[in-house]
């Protein structure tokens, strides 16, 4: 049996995931979670860099814009 490691994500990085997925921007993110739940905009853009920098330290997403 193969074993792996899984990841498991709460709604908004779920939401997230899917943006990236459909290539948004950081900022196309920020609008999509904004859309979806509510947050303000400096939680939303601070959360969403925290989410992209530490699925990049997981090797998880490779070549993205965070910027630091």
Do not use: M
């Not at 997230?16 to 609008?31: F, R």
């Not at 979806?36 to 997981?58: G, K, S």
Request: glycine fraction near 8%; aromatic fraction near 8%; charge should be negative.
């Amino acid at each position: 049996a193969q074993k792996g490691v899984y990841y498991g994500l709460n709604p908004v990085a779920a939401c997230v995931w899917d943006g990236i997925a459909a290539g948004q921007s950081e900022d196309e993110l920020v609008a999509r979670v904004l859309a979806e739940f509510e947050v303000t905009a400096d939680r939303a853009r601070e959360d969403i860099h925290q989410l992209l920098t530490h699925l990049e330290q997981y090797g998880l997403l490779v070549g993205s814009t965070v910027e630091p």
